[in-house]
């Protein structure tokens, strides 16, 4: 099962800059790693909620205070799709 997630920068409720990348078996964190990458921005760190919120609604929302660098964006986005899986849903 392999989707991808968008990650896109927001700043005043407006996209600024988005990747989208591949996340092979549910493996958010290594291709949220790659997208940081891409778009020169620090990892954000992941706390509990995080997982939960992904685990629950495949969405997570960053703020500033979770980078140990300054960030320009109000908030960091992440999003997880797979065109495959609303096939196989009835």
Not at 32 to 43: F, P, Y
Not at 48 to 62: P, V
């Given at each position: 099962?392999?989707?991808?997630?968008?990650?896109?920068?927001?700043?005043?409720?407006?996209?600024?800059?988005?990747?989208?990348?591949?996340?092979?078996?549910?493996?958010?964190?290594?291709?949220?790693?790659?997208?940081?990458?891409?778009?020169?921005?620090?990892?954000?760190?992941?706390?509990?909620?995080?997982?939960?919120?992904?685990?629950?609604?495949?969405?997570?929302r960053f703020l500033p205070e979770h980078f140990l660098e300054g960030v320009a964006f109000d908030r960091l986005e992440v999003e997880y799709f797979d065109p495959d899986e609303?096939?196989?849903?009835?």
């Amino acid at each position: 099962m392999a989707g991808s997630i968008w990650v896109r920068e927001i700043k005043r409720n407006k996209i600024k800059r988005d990747i989208v990348v591949p996340c092979a078996n549910h493996d958010w964190e290594q291709a949220l790693s790659e997208a940081c990458r891409a778009l020169d921005i620090a990892m954000p760190l992941v706390v509990a909620r995080h997982q939960k919120d992904f685990e629950d609604f495949r969405q997570l929302r960053f703020l500033p205070e979770h980078f140990l660098e300054g960030v320009a964006f109000d908030r960091l986005e992440v999003e997880y799709f797979d065109p495959d899986e609303k096939k196989s849903r009835p």
